[in-house]
């Protein structure tokens, strides 16, 4: 685990088209406390059309989803991994994520840097953005 700077991320050209592209986004640590960031971003998606899949290791439902244990899981096809979870979770979501066919991206939000991770997420050909929150990203990139 690395806390410099990242030296594995998407571009704003990059993250627009991922965002463009994407429909379903699995959200590692979603908290159902509504004054979490996990929450306030999740519900933000749902707001923009995005399907949200819950994983947090309780709870049955998050914002009117199932909420899921693990990725795995997870039956439908998922675009982007974002992850609300401590830098160091990213590798184990990684390695997971190259078992689950379909998956596009993973998005480490603001303040989260691996990369470490990020190097094994772009050698198997998912897109990486770390460190930036995906719903702000969002907002600047459609001018919301």
Same mark, same amino acid.
């Given at each position: 685990?690395?806390?410099?700077?990242?030296?594995?991320?998407?571009?704003?050209?990059?993250?627009?088209?991922?965002?463009?592209?994407?429909?379903?986004? !699995?959200?590692?640590?979603?908290?159902?406390?509504?004054?979490?960031?996990?929450?306030?971003? !999740?519900?933000?998606?749902?707001?923009?059309?995005?399907?949200?899949?819950?994983?947090?290791?309780? /709870?049955?439902?998050?914002?009117?989803? #199932?909420?899921?244990?693990?990725?795995?899981?997870?039956?439908?096809?998922?675009?982007?991994?974002?992850?609300?979870?401590?830098? /160091?979770?990213?590798? /184990?979501?990684?390695?997971?994520?190259?078992?689950?066919?379909?998956?596009? !991206?993973?998005?480490?939000?603001?303040?989260?840097?691996?990369?470490? !991770?990020?190097?094994?997420?772009?050698?198997?050909?998912?897109?990486?953005?770390?460190? #930036?929150?995906?719903?702000?990203?969002?907002?600047?990139?459609?001018?919301?």
């Amino acid at each position: 685990m690395e806390c410099s700077l990242p030296a594995y991320n998407s571009n704003d050209a990059e993250i627009l088209k991922l965002l463009k592209e994407s429909k379903n986004i !699995a959200v590692v640590g979603l908290s159902p406390d509504s004054s979490k960031p996990s929450h306030r971003v !999740a519900s933000y998606l749902q707001s923009k059309g995005y399907k949200i899949f819950p994983i947090y290791p309780k /709870e049955s439902e998050i914002l009117g989803e #199932k909420v899921y244990r693990k990725l795995e899981d997870i039956e439908e096809e998922i675009d982007i991994v974002n992850l609300f979870r401590k830098p /160091e979770v990213a590798s /184990e979501v990684v390695k997971k994520m190259k078992t689950i066919k379909n998956i596009k !991206a993973i998005w480490l939000q603001l303040g989260i840097t691996n990369n470490e !991770a990020a190097k094994d997420a772009r050698d198997f050909g998912f897109e990486v953005v770390q460190n #930036k929150c995906i719903m702000i990203e969002h907002r600047k990139l459609f001018n919301d």
